[in-house]
């Protein structure tokens, strides 16, 4: 059975590592964002059972008799993540979307081949146990992958954590390392050669989410036309391109539960790629919220994240801390953080797009056209120097 596929399927929004992450969704459903939050599976989006443990005991051969569990993990709107079990043993699945999908947008065979490559080379990536093309077993292609314990961090702090000055410095300290040893990774003698193209990466990437704005414009905002133009003419220079995540933010971290400075897992690898280091650290930095940012950006479409208690990095801060351990020039990264404010605003600008065109009735989305207009004029303000 082939899936269906069309050009602009409403609920990609965030599309693919080809076309965008799901950031601004993921802030504004960030009470539901914690992946220790398992929930009965969501109507609609059933997986079959018996047919699913029939297949899996076929190819696992570690996977114990006796009735299959299937709950859901609450967070995420783009790929589906659901928790396995069968008596003590454990896993997680992930799937596409119910329903029409874009062409190479969530590309299950590329996130588990992604993961294959990494994770030997980087073990907070979760290893994947099998990847299934065939669609006849739940309707569409998915993988199988571990699951691994541990808290998420996000709008607040796990019960029984006191979040003094230290802690909240440790936390960045660990996600400045780690974003560092990411760009450390050597993919040369990997499959991931032959899956990513490096050359011309940040024009591709300017260019690819001005049209994506374009696409879904809905309403003028004066600063939109002349902040495209000052992108299109401020490409930076091919740089060395490493691995980047291009998703790196505190609430895709799995932290330890005994020492909440410890990351034991890093997950939403389907942006991951190879490119500039200096974008990934830039998109990093347009979810890393401080005290005095703009109202509507402070309040990451919501509560306003665990960032801007005292004792977390700034974004300065966390820049400078990445320069000294990674040894790379950062000095042209306004540049990249004009384009990270520019690409999450587009993502909103899309959500939006869905709900002025009666595409989604959520009445969350109804105020994204004020976002929107916030990070174009953040961009800008970042831009221009002001």
């Not at 979760?126 to 065939?134: A, L, V």
């Not at 739940?138 to 709008?155: A, K, L, N, T, Y």
């Not at 879904?216 to 905002?221: E, F, V």
Request: charge should be negative; aromatic fraction near 10%; glycine fraction near 6%.
């Amino acid at each position: 059975m082939k899936r269906e596929t069309n050009k602009f399927d409403p609920r990609c929004v965030d599309g693919c590592c080809s076309c965008g992450g799901n950031g601004a969704l993921e802030l504004l459903t960030k009470g539901e964002r914690e992946m220790t939050a398992i929930i009965p599976v969501r109507k609609g989006e059933e997986l079959p059972a018996g047919k699913l443990a029939k297949f899996l005991r076929t190819v696992l051969p570690d996977m114990p008799d006796g009735e299959l569990e299937i709950q859901q993990f609450s967070a995420g709107r783009s790929n589906l993540t659901y928790l396995l079990r069968c008596g003590e043993w454990e896993a997680v699945l992930r799937r596409p979307p119910f329903g029409p999908v874009p062409p190479k947008a969530h590309d299950m065979k590329r996130e588990s081949t992604w993961l294959s490559e990494i994770h030997p080379l980087f073990p907070l990536a979760p290893k994947p146990f099998y990847f299934c093309e065939d669609e006849s077993v739940i309707g569409s292609p998915f993988f199988v992958m571990e699951r691994r314990h541990g808290v998420v961090i996000d709008s607040d702090f796990p019960d029984g954590v006191i979040p003094t000055e230290d802690v909240c410095r440790g936390i960045s300290e660990t996600m400045v390392e780690t974003l560092v040893r990411i760009h450390q990774i050597d993919y040369t003698n990997t499959r991931l050669v032959q899956m990513v193209k490096p050359d011309g990466f940040m024009e591709r990437q300017v260019h690819g989410w001005i049209q994506r704005y374009e696409r879904a414009k809905t309403d003028d905002i004066p600063e939109a036309e002349a902040l495209m133009k000052w992108l299109a003419s401020h490409i930076p220079p091919q740089r060395e391109a490493t691995v980047i995540h291009y998703d790196f933010k505190l609430n895709n971290a799995l932290f330890a539960k005994d020492d909440i400075t410890k990351m034991v897992g890093l997950f939403d690898w389907e942006m991951s790629t190879v490119g500039d280091p200096l974008a990934d650290l830039a998109v990093a930095m347009s979810y890393w919220i401080e005290e005095d940012d703009p109202p509507l950006i402070k309040s990451g479409f919501g509560r306003a994240p665990v960032t801007v208690r005292p004792g977390f990095y700034t974004r300065e801060q966390f820049i400078e801390a990445y320069a000294k351990k990674s040894g790379r020039d950062v000095s042209d990264i306004h540049v990249y953080l004009t384009f990270a404010y520019f690409k999450l605003a587009v993502i909103c600008q899309q959500i939006y797009y869905r709900y002025r065109r009666g595409q989604t009735n959520d009445e969350r989305f109804r105020h994204f056209g004020q976002f929107v207009e916030a990070l174009i004029e953040h961009a800008w303000q970042l831009a221009t120097g002001r």
